[in-house]
């Protein structure tokens, strides 16, 4: 689960990290308010969850209430990268004399937490580690031995940060770093930038904060912080059902069990010169109750055209799927035609289930292949 | 001989009273896998069908000689589950359980790995070695017994290819999944090296998917350290970055784990990657066909 970075902030203020003051705004009345409160200049910064705000225009200086109600204006409704601007994050600007970049992230490929380091932020960390490489400082941490203040003072003394007074503030950052990183069982952390103020205060100006799902039931805190009218409604849906699914931008709606076949299934879709309108898994099972309540989403989507439903019976027999794909098409009322592939065990049974029934939508194909080129033809 | 499971397996089924535990358990005893006993804390003396449980793991292997595990226990009990087992001298563990934190996992990693254990999993459906034994949730049926190694990230898709295979004549000599999660306990390197060591397995097919880098790690050590012919696999092509793919580990972050990134670091290293699970099951035939 990603957080914004106010809520990212929030966290890091939870734990020591020095962090500016701020206020969270929906509406330029509200920011006018916050800019009010706050004093002075303030910084207005769209809380979307994705990069590049900056050059979208999603981060503007305001030199007053006024102006930041007229800047809170400009910004929401604006369309980043497909994130419409619902929230404004206004926060006491901040007098910058250099950008440093501090991350920790869960690296998959050690199996361990990754600390990096380098004293050219403020910019994108992949441009630093492909031009000047020597910059950025990578320190693993053996998960059992965790933090020690060594391992800060490597990265302090390995990027060149030369001034006491700064190394002393980053030292505790990074051992504060960790320990949120480990508390929120976070699976990445990131301050770019990391400033020093022309008074020598190191701060995080920006925060990015990736909770791992799988931990969030314990993390009921974090857990709420999560922004349902962020997601799509189709999405929101499937959540509120159980329903694993995620929104694509096509017109083939896609059913299956088993997340990497479900992938396979949108490739092959493409193959076929389509495009996939969702990832949808069933899982296991192909009951009835799951299938209605896959189809009830897949269908939600406007610009779903036609669905395919891509089968593999494993210990869920094909003839068991059959008979759950007609009791849901039995309780529901689905305009669209849906290309049915079953494969595995019992598969002609299945099949001949299926073909015996032929409901008038209902299109049986003998391959993956096969059927996405039908789902693809029927979309069409 | 085989990978990771056999005939000399001797199986503890941590969770059997469970009633996903109890089914695949009883599923895997049919099939011939020498299931020696459960454990379910508080449940010591029961049995399942005559398969005595154990109230620790500690007892299953000195009452019944277990010497290895399969759990299935609830995702917030499964690492000391994990550890329980380890410290009881198995030496194969083999997880089911899916949505364990990925920090537990970082240390339950860096607990067993210099202890030389095979650790398969977690969210991973098991392990299949055809007519010897069955460890887990792989419907063997649609397996045939023979010379091919599959190692995936996937369930239903490496069902779909053993299927395929079958279909064409071709067996396999073991299934193992390692799992959808990001943190898996053996990578396809670990698996790649066991298939390497087999002189059963003639040929190995690899099928990933998005999201970490373990493909293009694997991919290095085929072309420097296998002398068997390995073809791949690799789905979600059409995935959009940051979004997570039904597996907590198929993700594309930022611009890195892509499906075409894995599938150039494989070909550059010699390993054909199937555009779909039936073409890749052709390339399989072909290539037994080219070597018979």
């Known amino acids: 689960m990603d957080l914004y970075e106010y809520q990212g902030k929030e966290l890091f203020k939870r734990f020591g990290i020095p962090v500016s003051e701020g206020r969270l705004a929906t509406t330029p009345d509200e920011a006018h308010l916050a800019a009010a409160e706050l004093g002075g200049q303030v910084v207005v910064k769209a809380q ?100 020690q203040p060594w391992q800060a003072r490597r990265l302090v003394y390995g990027a060149g940060v030369e001034d006491p007074n700064e190394q002393k503030q980053i ?7 960790y320990e949120a990183f480990v508390a929120t069982d976070a699976m990445l952390t990131e301050i770019n930038p990391l400033v020093v103020t022309p008074e020598g205060e190191v701060k995080a100006l920006d925060s990015k904060f990736t909770v791992d799902d799988a931990a969030l039931y314990r993390h009921p805190d974090v ?63 192909g009951d009835a109750e799951g299938v209605v309540d896959a189809l009830e989403v897949i269908t939600a989507d406007p610009q779903v055209k036609s669905i395919f439903f891509n089968v593999f019976g494993g210990i869920t027999r094909c003839d068991e799927v059959a008979r759950g794909i007609l009791a849901a098409l039995d309780r529901m009322t689905i305009e669209h035609p849906i290309v049915v592939r079953l494969d595995g065990t019992n598969a002609e049974e299945g099949r001949k289930i299926l073909d015996e029934a032929s409901p008038p939508n209902l299109y049986v194909e003998p391959t993956m292949l096969d059927a996405a080129r039908r789902a693809v033809e029927l979309a069409a | 001989m085989a990978i990771v499971v056999d005939r000399d397996t001797r199986l503890v089924v941590q969770g059997l009273t469970g009633s996903e535990g109890r089914f695949h358990g009883l599923r895997n005893r049919n099939y011939g896998t020498n299931v020696v006993a459960g454990v379910t804390p508080g449940k010591g003396g029961q049995d399942v069908e005559g398969i005595p449980v154990h109230d620790t793991v500690v007892e299953a292997v000195e009452h019944a000689g277990a010497n290895t595990s399969l759990i299935f226990v609830p995702a917030r009990f499964a690492a000391d589950a994990v550890y329980e087992a380890v410290d009881a001298g198995i030496g194969t563990v083999i997880v089911i359980t899916e949505h364990i934190p990925a920090h537990e996992m970082l240390r339950v990693y860096t607990y067993v790995r210099p202890k030389g254990i095979t650790l398969i999993g977690p969210n991973c459906p098991g392990v299949l070695s055809p007519g010897k034994a069955n460890v887990g949730i792989i419907p063997a049926e649609v397996f045939a017994e023979g010379a091919i190694g599959l190692v995936s990230r996937s369930g239903t898709l490496t069902y779909q290819i053993g299927y395929e295979l079958a279909q064409l004549g071709l067996g396999n000599s073991t299934i193992v999944g390692i799992g959808g999660d990001p943190v898996p306990g053996s990578s396809f390197v670990d698996v790649l090296e066991k298939f390497e ?10 099928v990933g998917e998005i999201g970490g880098n373990e493909e293009e790690k694997a991919a290095e050590f085929i072309r420097d350290r296998m002398t068997k012919p390995v073809l791949a696999y690799i789905a979600g092509f059409t995935a959009p970055p940051g979004k997570t793919m039904g597996h907590a580990g198929a993700i594309i972050s930022g611009s890195s784990g892509t499906a075409q990134a894995k599938k150039e670091a494989l070909e550059a290293c010699g390993v054909p990657v199937g555009t779909t699970p039936t073409e890749v099951a052709q390339l399989v035939a072909d290539a037994v066909g080219a070597r018979a």
């Open chain 1, 48 to 147: 979307v969850l994705t990069g590049g705000r900056g050059k979208a225009g999603g981060i503007k200086l305001a030199e007053g209430p006024d102006d930041a109600r007229a800047k809170a204006k400009e910004i929401l409704g604006l369309d980043i990268r497909g994130h419409v601007v619902r929230k404004l994050w206004i926060e006491r600007a901040s007098d910058i004399a250099k950008e440093y970049y501090l991350s920790l992230t869960l690296d998959r490929g050690a199996k361990q937490p990754l600390f990096m380091f380098t004293t050219e932020g403020g910019v994108e960390i992949e441009e630093v580690a492909e031009k000047h490489p020597d910059a950025l400082v990578r320190l693993h941490v053996d998960p059992f031995e965790g933090y």
């Open chain 1, 171 to 177: 030292v505790s950052i990074v051992g504060k770093l």
């Open chain 1, 223 to 285: 857990a709420e912080m999560r922004d349902l009218d962020a997601v799509p409604p189709e999405e929101r849906a499937a959540r509120e059902k159980g329903v694993t699914y995620v929104k694509l931008d096509g017109e083939v709606g896609i059913l299956g069990n088993g997340a990497g076949l479900v992938m396979s299934t949108l490739d092959v879709i493409a193959l076929a010169g389509g495009r996939p309108a969702n990832f949808c898994d069933l899982g296991g099972g």
């Open chain 2, 197 to 206: 060591a087999d002189p059963q397995t003639e040929l190995v097919v690899m």
